[in-house]
C-alpha cells in the first residue's frame, strides 16, 4: 500500500542544517507531486515546499526561500528537504505527503491524497 515515511528531524543549533528525507512505498514517487509541510505547537498546518510532478517544478514557502532546497533521488524512490540556516521559527513537525490527482498542488493540503506520520524539528540552542 502507499506510505510516507520522514525521517532526518532533530535538535539543532540556530545557524545548523538537517536534510529531512520522505521515502515512498507502494507507488513510484516520481510520477506525482510532493509537499513537505510543517505545524508547530498550537498554530496550523502551513506549506514549506513543494515539487511538481509535470516538470520538476519547485516551489517554497516565503519564509524559507533561500534556505530549504527539495529534490528527489528517483533511483531511492525518496523526496528530501535540506534545511540550512535554520531558525527557531522553524521548529515544528514536518510532514511529507503526495498527490496522485494534481500536478502541482503547491500547498493545498486538500489536493494531497497521501500523509507520512512526520518528524520532529527542534531549532534550539
Known amino acids: 500500500q502507499v506510505q510516507l515515511v520522514e525521517s532526518g528531524g532533530g535538535l539543532v543549533q540556530p545557524g545548523g542544517s538537517l536534510r529531512l528525507s520522505c521515502a515512498a512505498s507502494g507507488f513510484t514517487l516520481d510520477y506525482y507531486a510532493i509537499g513537505w509541510f510543517r505545524q508547530a505547537p498550537g498554530k496550523e498546518r502551513e506549506g514549506v515546499s513543494c515539487?511538481?510532478?509535470?516538470?520538476?517544478?519547485?516551489y517554497y514557502a516565503d519564509s524559507v526561500k533561500g534556505r530549504f532546497t527539495i529534490s528527489r533521488d528517483n533511483a531511492k524512490n525518496t523526496v528530501y528537504l535540506q534545511m540550512n540556516s535554520l531558525k527557531p521559527e522553524d521548529t515544528a513537525v514536518y510532514y511529507c505527503a503526495t498527490s496522485f490527482q494534481v500536478v502541482t498542488p503547491v500547498f493545498l493540503q486538500y489536493e494531497y491524497d497521501y500523509w507520512g506520520q512526520g518528524t520532529q524539528v527542534t531549532v534550539s540552542s
Open positions: 515539487i511538481s510532478s509535470s516538470d520538476g517544478s519547485t
